[in-house]
């Protein structure tokens, strides 16, 4: 797939808010920035303001990244500056989507003075050093993170699974255009399917899944219907 999915345009901030479970409104301030009580706030995850509604890949992926920091009530301006550092370091627009520099062990050191030189909060690292001085560890939030996404050889996201890598839940950028499914069936469909009186095993015999396939696929669509 490479780097050249990052770009695609895949959602709008509203249906990618969604997919996250996060509200629209902080979607959009992580992707174009505020300003409040006349004091702008750059962009999180954009490299600069573009007031664009079309959430790419990119965005995506890097709105669930922070979203594992914001739901541990980290305000993410704090992170911001690490993120542009990176940005700049490393070459790439999205640097919490292309994880490569994370798992890089000369680059995980940049990430380190980054996170030093940008006064950022200890509690707050991406990367800490462990016991031995030469072994790095992940933060909380970028563990959990790890547990939802898959990359490919080159470092780059290649698909989530919302409810984590045990889930057969899959929101993948190649299939059904970014829809949430599973064995490319979306769960909406088997969600519509069961609503109006399918049962599990006659919906998976339907669809070549297993019952604990479609049951994974309602309790995403329940999930999701709490927050719309």
Known sequence: MGVSVLGRPLYSVSEAARLLEI????LRRWLDGFTTRGQFYPPVIRP???G???VSWAEFVEAGFLREYRVRQVSLQKLRPVVEEM???FGVPYPLAHFKPLVDHSKQELVLGFQEETGLDAELYLVRRGRNSWQVMWAEPVRAFLEKVE???EGVAERMRPLGKDS?????PNVSFGVPQVGGIRTEILAEAYAVGEQLLALAKRYNL????????LRWELRLAKVS
């Open 23 to 26: 509200p629209g409104q902080k």
């Open 210 to 217: 297993t019952v604990p396939d479609v049951e994974a696929a």
């Open 168 to 172: 057969p839940v899959v929101i993948d």
């Open 87 to 89: 940005r700049r370091a």
């Open 52 to 54: 664009s509604d079309e």
């Open 48 to 50: 600069q303001q573009t």
């Open 151 to 153: 990359f490919d050889p």
